[in-house]
């Protein structure tokens, strides 16, 4: 069975600031996506980034960043400079080739950030 | 808008009725899938369909609740004689762009449907 395990269940972090955001994951499928999602309290989930398992380089979307570490089995998003508007709901998902047929998330407990002025 | 929207943004039942949501995912996607998220937890995978044929679904959903997809389009899920335990956000999804490998497919979702059973 797959796992994804976010231990951080809240944040806080200053404007313009940094913030690093923990996912581990727990799989037996050999090939496999990761995928971060933002969830304002609005309630729609907005994706941000996308990793693939035999991914040589860590993916980049403009302030979003993953820092995978396979051996490891984790996937941690950092977001640089943050903003006001980053305050939400962050969850990490992931998808297997065998296990999940390339088609449903397990989405982790997901990690809630506010970003103060 | 070209997104995945979904009717009603919120419903209000009694206990024992039944409910039906409706979810219209980004038309170019062929593939749809139904999550239920209950209050700080991340969303559960409910079942999923491709064009209409529902080709999964989870130990979660029970036999009160019934998804279709009649024509590879919409989607309906209801849920019959309704717990206060069913009381949730149900979100929809779409994915399968052409051209996309599936491997990278990014999930779209909708902006989730709250349900209060009381």
């Known amino acids: 069975a797959q796992k994804i395990t976010q231990t951080q269940p809240g944040m806080f972090v200053q404007e313009k600031e940094a913030v690093t955001l923990d996912c581990t994951y727990d799989?037996?499928?050999?090939?496999?996506?990761l995928f971060w999602y933002k969830q304002p309290s609005s309630g729609e989930m907005i994706f941000l980034i996308y990793?693939?398992?035999?991914?040589?380089q860590n993916a980049t979307e403009g302030r979003y960043s993953l820092n995978f570490q396979k051996a490891r089995k984790s996937a941690n998003l950092v977001i640089s400079a943050s903003q006001l508007g980053d305050s939400a709901m962050y969850f990490c998902?992931?998808?297997?080739?065998?296990?999940?047929?390339?088609?449903?998330?397990?989405f982790g407990a997901g990690t809630q950030v506010v970003v103060t002025p | 808008d070209t997104g995945v929207s979904q009717d009603p943004r919120h419903k209000i039942t009694k206990r024992g009725q039944n409910v039906t949501f409706r979810c219209d995912p980004i038309s170019e996607h062929n593939r749809l899938y139904w999550y239920r998220q209950t209050l700080g937890q991340g969303p559960e995978f409910l079942t999923y369909f491709q064009n209409e044929a529902q080709l999964e679904k989870s130990r979660l959903l029970s036999d009160r609740f019934s998804a279709e997809r009649p024509k590879g389009s919409f989607s309906t899920l209801e849920i019959q004689r309704t717990e206060q335990g069913d009381s949730a956000m149900y979100l929809c999804a779409s994915s399968g762009l052409r051209g996309i490998p599936l491997d990278q497919e990014t999930q779209y979702f909708g902006p989730g449907t709250r349900l209060l059973v009381l």
């Open positions: 990793q693939g398992s035999y991914d040589q």
């Open positions: 799989t037996s499928d050999p090939s496999y996506g």
């Open positions: 998902a992931m998808r297997g080739a065998l296990t999940d047929s390339w088609g449903k998330f397990q």
